[in-house]
């Protein structure tokens, strides 16, 4: 299992069965055009980095499925998927290993 942690940080986020951990990418500052875009502007990128993965999901039998995805996987998810969690200065998203929608490879 691994764990999100930030470099000199204490706090570790570690997430529960079948949630995984993404930090997204940053997007895009400037447009094909030269147009730089300020923070208001810029849509949030569906897509980013696993940094975490749970135990995996429990299925009915009591045994655990073994996760798809692996730390270090680039995700796309959808734009609403999971919830918003800064430690440290550093944004990461908690979110349901379900709400992948495509591993980039």
């Known amino acids: 299992m691994a764990t999100a ?7 570790r986020l570690q997430p529960m069965g079948e949630r995984i951990v993404v930090q997204r990418v940053e997007s895009e500052e400037t447009t094909a055009g ?32 073994a996760s798809q995805l692996k730390s270090g996987d680039m ?4 734009s609403y998927a999971g919830e918003t969690v800064e ?6 998203l908690l979110m349901r290993e379900d709400d992948v929608l495509a591993v980039v490879e």
């Open 5 to 11: 942690t930030k470099k000199q940080s204490k706090v």
């Open 34 to 65: 030269g147009i730089v875009l300020p923070d208001s502007a810029r849509e949030k990128p569906a897509r980013g980095t696993v940094v975490a993965i749970g135990s995996g999901k429990l299925l009915d039998d009591g045994t655990r499925a």
């Open 87 to 92: 430690i440290d200065d550093v944004e990461y």
């Open 75 to 78: 995700v796309l998810f959808s």
